[in-house]
């Protein structure tokens, strides 16, 4: 009799163990889809984006001013530079950008690197949808709090920008160079 409660006990264990391997297997390979998929948007937002919308403070700008402004966002490895047109001047600034896809919506950070006016991060919320790119984060003082959506409002800067083709890229190299 204690024989037979011995093998059920042991199969009962062997149940449970396999039970605890499935879950932990099941664990590891969400955390894996997890990694890659935190790893497919850090290797999808690589490139040069343009903005062809802009939302400022709750107002639309108007497209030829967007267009007029020229503004780029390159993504290159870990760094970022930004690019635009203010009154004929082309300016640049750089900085290094960190992508949390962890949350709902994802969020990212940009710390800049050379920028006198901007001591502190500037951490927004995005949206990575194949060859276009939403971000929305707030500027001046509240530069570092997050906003909780892509509505927009007072003090909330929405880009609608899209990925730059290679040969467009090179139209805006030589422009540069000029």
């Known amino acids: 009799m204690r024989r037979i409660y011995s093998l059920q006990f042991l199969a009962a264990l062997a149940v449970c163990a396999s039970l605890c391997l499935l879950v932990a297997a ?80 994802k969020r990212i950070t940009v710390t800049p690197k050379d920028d006198p006016n901007q001591d502190k991060p500037l951490v927004g919320i995005y949206d990575l949808k194949g060859d276009t790119l939403k971000v929305a984060h707030r500027h001046g003082d509240d530069a570092d709090t997050l906003p909780e959506d892509f509505k927009g409002g007072d003090g909330i800067v929405i880009m609608t920008l899209e990925r730059q083709k290679d040969g467009d890229k090179d139209k805006d190299d030589k422009a540069e160079k000029k």
């Not at 894996?32 to 290797?43: M, T, V």
């Open 26 to 105: 099941d664990k590891d390979s969400k955390d894996d889809s997890d990694k890659k998929e935190a790893k497919s948007d850090k290797d999808a937002i690589q490139g040069t984006w343009k903005c062809v919308k802009m939302q400022r403070d709750g107002k639309e700008e108007a497209e030829d001013q967007v267009k007029e402004h020229a503004l780029t966002v390159k993504f290159d490895g870990e760094a970022i530079t930004y690019q635009h047109d203010r009154e004929g001047q082309v300016e640049k600034k750089h900085g290094t950008f960190k992508l949390d896809t962890e949350k709902k919506p």
